[in-house]
């Protein structure tokens, strides 16, 4: 193999994999569609043949990909064997040839996971429960943000989203877990003296200007293209009147669009929300039913940058003036097969927002020592730019 031109994009260690479907150069990566590769290594998949090969995809994400799709098509889970025809791709007779089988063979589990665990070198340590047969395949992707200023003005913005994902054949399990706390110190300077003798005393208070975090989970079991989903999620946003809100939900969806460089999936389901407010109303319903739709979208924009967008819409049966809806977009370049730097803009609309207390003050502006309860504002808006760590 011709390591000077392949090498600059793949991995040495890599090499063998591509050497196993025919790739020895650019060239030859080049002419090879992602059809054909992934055939090539025992599996379909329902891309079309990308027009100017493989490489527009990035070498890394169609390794990455195969090592998923032959983890969900439970490749490893002892049903496999050599292949007894090689019209295309690998001879039968090659090491790294497979395909299903009922029964299953000692020999094919063990080709399974030796390519496995070849696809996983330069992959996180979590990966390792891919060799294991019949294990789940882990990821974790996380994204930091944080901001200080110090001197005359001091504020500090700390933001932190992770998500951990397992797969195992047909079952999928994430659970995320994020915030945002924002800290402002205000400084106060007075002097006492006179104007050519004076001292200056500095009094400094830090209040709380931001705080909102969120704990969910979610189950999906995938049946063709089709799938069903259940979830528990938590969430606490003070400053738009919620202290604590607890929701659960379970439906059905469809992915109708699902390959490497592209995604749409719909899904929609029934919830039960408990809602506790930092101002609650008296005799107020902290429970109710609803409906939740969803839809998410990614496509794959160059070798280095995805978009995704993911729209949760929900609405209360019992009060149907109780519309709420996330609406997240981000736009993401990886810098490394660990690393990238993602951008995004999330909305939050909620169209009966929570009531918040208000001091209120007489016509003088004395307090009254009376609390009155106003809406929070109807829509939240986050702009954040993340470095993301892929473990």
């Not at 929609?268 to 739709?293: E, H, L, W």
Request: proline share 4%.
């Amino acid at each position: 193999m011709n390591h000077s031109d392949l090498s600059t994009i793949v991995r040495v260690e890599d090499l063998p994999i591509l050497e196993a479907v025919g790739v020895r150069t650019l060239a030859d990566l080049a002419s090879q569609s992602p059809t054909r590769l992934s055939a090539g290594v025992g599996f379909e998949t329902r891309l079309k043949p990308h027009p100017v090969g493989p490489t527009s995809l990035c070498v890394a994400t169609w390794i990455r990909r195969a090592r998923k799709e032959l983890q969900r098509r439970r490749i490893i889970s002892g049903q496999a064997r050599p292949r007894t025809s090689g019209a295309e791709g690998i001879s039968p007779h090659h090491p790294w040839s497979w395909t299903r089988t009922q029964d299953g063979d000692r020999w094919g589990r063990k080709m399974a996971v030796a390519l496995l665990a070849a696809v996983a070198i330069g992959l996180s340590s979590g990966d390792d429960a891919i060799a294991q047969e019949g294990g789940w395949a882990w990821e974790n992707s996380t994204d930091l943000s944080f901001v200080s200023t110090s001197g005359n003005a001091s504020s500090s913005t700390l933001g932190l989203k992770s998500a951990l994902t397992g797969t195992q054949g047909v079952n999928a399990f994430k659970i995320e877990l994020g915030g945002i706390r924002g800290e402002t110190s205000f400084r106060t300077l007075t002097a006492t003296g006179t104007p050519s003798n004076f001292t200056v005393v500095e009094e400094t208070d830090s209040e709380l200007t931001a705080e909102s975090y969120f704990l969910r989970s979610r189950y999906d079991r995938s049946f063709g293209t089709a799938y069903g989903f259940s979830g528990v999620g938590w969430d606490r946003n003070t400053f738009a009147g919620i202290q604590n809100r607890y929701a659960l939900v379970a439906g059905v969806g469809n992915a109708w669009v699902d390959g490497e460089t592209s995604r749409f999936k719909t899904d929609i389901g029934a919830t039960y929300t408990i809602q506790k407010d930092v101002s609650p109303v008296a005799g107020a319903d902290d429970g109710f039913g609803g409906i939740r739709f969803s839809v998410e979208v990614m496509r794959q924009l160059s070798p280095t940058t995805e978009f995704n967008s993911v729209l949760v819409a929900d609405e209360n049966v019992e009060d149907t003036d109780d519309f709420r809806a996330d609406w997240l977009n981000s736009l993401s370049v990886a810098m490394s097969d660990r690393l990238a730097l993602k951008t995004s803009l999330q909305l939050l609309f909620d169209n009966k927002p929570s009531l918040l207390g208000v001091p209120l003050f007489d016509g003088g502006g004395a307090p009254t020592g009376t609390t009155v309860l106003t809406p929070s504002d109807e829509i939240d808006s986050v702009v954040t730019l993340t470095l993301v760590i892929k473990l």
